[in-house]
């Protein structure tokens, strides 16, 4: 009798319960289906956040015992890329995008010297001519945006046009003008005082002695307008965060 009640009674959990057990677990899986999912956290910017970190935009690459030296008053723009055996004279502005690359031998940008826009310097290991392998920008030195100079030499006050290349062993000697878009072939001496131009650089003429002084008053112009920029970026201290806090506090936009 036992074993008939116990029978008896799985039957009739099975036929009473069954369908409706089923129905309640089909409505769960089509709620959860229907709804929708979270939505994803909102991550918020902290007000204590420095909007700007100006020193941590600036690439100095040291390579093994060579790191890159700047002048205390050399201004080098954040996004420049200063590898190796590089130095940056008193007065000499390095400006944004340029790659100066001395992972083979030394590159230096004399005094009151200027390397403007997205300009690349590199040095071999030997030159093929003979001459220092070596980039050497003497001061009074303007060169042109997009420039690629490679083991040359520049004496002092002398302009280099915008997308000149000057290529390994080259000279160019003191008061001497490339116009825009020059090639220098390897070797080449570009004498005093003459104005060259063109692929390869061709002789144009010689430079009037007016010419001749206005080319250090140009890096001098340079260098000024360096000087706003250079106050700015304040790139050896933590100065500007307190100026930041300065302006919040005045209702100044930062």
């Keep these: 009798m036992a074993t008939l009640a116990r029978i008896s009674r799985r039957i009739l959990t099975r036929t009473c319960y069954g369908p409706f057990l089923g129905r309640a677990f089909s409505a769960e899986a089509v709620q959860s289906a229907q709804s929708p999912a979270p939505p994803p956290p909102v991550i918020r910017e902290s007000a204590d956040r420095v909007r700007w970190d100006y020193r941590g935009q600036r690439k100095i690459v040291p390579l093994g015992q060579w790191a890159p030296k700047i002048a205390v008053d050399a201004y080098v723009a954040p996004n420049v890329v200063l590898a190796g055996q590089v130095v940056v004279y008193d007065g000499a502005s390095v400006w944004n995008g340029a790659v100066l690359r001395g992972d083979l031998n030394k590159i230096t940008v004399g005094f009151c010297s200027n390397v403007q826009e997205r300009c690349v310097f590199h040095a071999a290991w030997s030159s093929p001519t003979g001459l220092p392998a070596e980039t050497s920008i003497d001061r009074f030195v303007t060169v042109g945006a997009y420039s690629l100079l490679r083991s040359c030499t520049i004496e002092p006050e002398c302009i280099i046009g915008q997308h000149s290349i000057l290529m390994e062993g080259s000279l160019v000697e003191t008061h001497s003008i490339l116009e825009a878009g020059s ?72």
């Design 183 to 254: 090639v220098v072939p390897p070797g080449r001496r570009i004498p005093s005082g003459e104005l060259w131009a063109g692929n390869p650089a061709k002789f144009v003429r010689t430079l009037s002695h007016e010419e001749i002084l206005e080319i250090p008053k140009l890096a001098v112009a340079i260098n000024d307008l360096s000087r706003t920029h250079f106050s700015e970026f304040l790139p050896y201290s933590t100065v500007y965060l307190e100026v930041e806090k300065m302006k919040s506090s005045l209702g100044i936009s930062i």
